[in-house]
């Protein structure tokens, strides 16, 4: 059995070896690439976020110019693959490119530092078509710190969390560590894991703890499963799909039934063999009905809990 839908909430397929040379290069439909139009399941409706993603080295001027011109590298492929793709910013956005046969692509950012420390981007980025912001990569930039320190957010990043809130773009805590206990006490509106992990079952620390995720259930938040080995399984021998449903499993039972999705990390991560492709992704539905998970629970997790989501808190 084939899912009806796929809500994907994050690949680097955008950014991942933008420029080739001097030359830009189309890299939503790149064969070298793990996601690309063409390995997209013509038989599924899928929707996909496109991170810009911004290396910690770049920050202020520098941050600004890489994400510009991803912005509109972005922009110049939807037109150039109007007839496969559309460009969205909401779930109506969504459901009219699936009626037309089409992706469903919206646009977010890996990496505050996008935003060179100046509040004013913030409305800016969401005018460019931006829907989440991931707040920090692995490092430290003007918001706060990810997940290799302890330090959290700065008090711009508190501002900012609220400057974002305001401006209807998704906040997304994935990479964040101690920083995540400062958005608990800022945010006022549900928010995003794009990609990230249950640390129960797998200890690296860019995987969310149990009191996080029964915070972020409480909450009415959205965390997408991460299929990079590493956060799947201690040692990242990942060696079938149960790797994937131990997870699934803890996070059903913490409660997280209604707030479980899908964050490939497609172009991102070097991806376990069973995972390694949009198809192998697919079939991990079918994977999901084997063990007994209800075909309500696995639409959940494929693209229901998200387009819930998505529904209530994009504008």
């Given at each position: 059995m084939r899912p009806y839908a796929l809500i994907d909430l994050h690949c680097d397929t955008l950014t991942d070896c933008m420029y080739a040379g001097s030359n830009i290069i189309d890299t939503l439909d790149d064969p070298?690439?793990?996601?690309?139009?063409?390995?997209?399941?013509?038989?599924?409706?899928?929707?996909?976020?496109?991170?810009?993603?911004?290396?910690?080295?770049?920050?202020?001027?520098?941050?600004?110019?890489?994400?510009?011109?991803?912005?509109?590298?972005?922009d110049r492929q939807m037109r150039k693959f109007a007839d496969r793709v559309s460009p969205c910013r909401n779930v109506a956005d969504m459901?009219?490119?699936?009626?037309?046969?089409?992706?469903?692509?919206?646009?977010?950012?890996?990496n505050g530092s996008a935003f060179a420390g100046d509040l004013s981007r913030i409305g800016k980025t969401k005018r460019q078509g931006v829907c989440a912001v991931t707040l920090t990569w692995n490092?430290?930039?003007?918001l706060g710190s990810g997940n290799?320190?302890?330090?959290?957010?700065?008090?711009?990043?508190?501002?900012?969390?609220?400057e974002i809130e305001r401006c209807g773009i998704l906040i997304d805590v994935s990479h964040l560590n101690a920083g995540l206990a400062d958005v608990f006490e800022t945010a006022e509106r549900p928010f995003l894991a794009t990609h990230s992990n249950a640390r129960a079952i797998c200890a690296h620390k860019r995987n969310l703890t149990d009191v996080q995720i029964k915070e972020m259930v409480r909450r009415g938040c959205l965390i997408g499963l991460n299929y990079y080995g590493p956060f799947l399984r201690d040692g990242g021998a990942v060696r079938?799909?149960?790797?994937?449903?131990?997870?699934?499993?803890?996070?059903?039972?913490?409660?997280?039934r209604k707030n479980l999705a899908l964050g490939s990390d497609f172009d991102g991560a070097v991806l376990p063999p069973c995972l390694d492709s949009?198809?192998?992704?697919?079939?991990?539905?079918?994977?999901?009905?084997?063990?007994?998970?209800?075909?309500?629970?696995?639409d959940g997790i494929f693209f229901e809990n998200a387009r819930t989501f998505l529904r209530k808190n994009l504008g």
């Open positions: 070298a690439r793990t996601l690309s139009l063409t390995s997209i399941p013509k038989d599924i409706h899928w929707a996909q976020f496109f991170a810009v993603f911004v290396p910690d080295e770049l920050r202020g001027e520098k941050a600004i110019r890489f994400f510009d011109d991803a912005c509109a590298n972005f459901e009219r490119a699936w009626a037309a046969g089409k992706t469903a692509a919206f646009l977010s950012v890996e490092g430290e930039n003007e290799v320190t302890d330090r959290g957010l700065t008090d711009f990043g508190r501002a900012a969390v609220r079938s799909l149960d790797d994937v449903y131990r997870h699934v499993a803890h996070f059903f039972d913490l409660g997280a949009p198809e192998k992704a697919a079939d991990f539905y079918e994977y999901l009905l084997s063990r007994g998970v209800s075909q309500q629970d696995a």
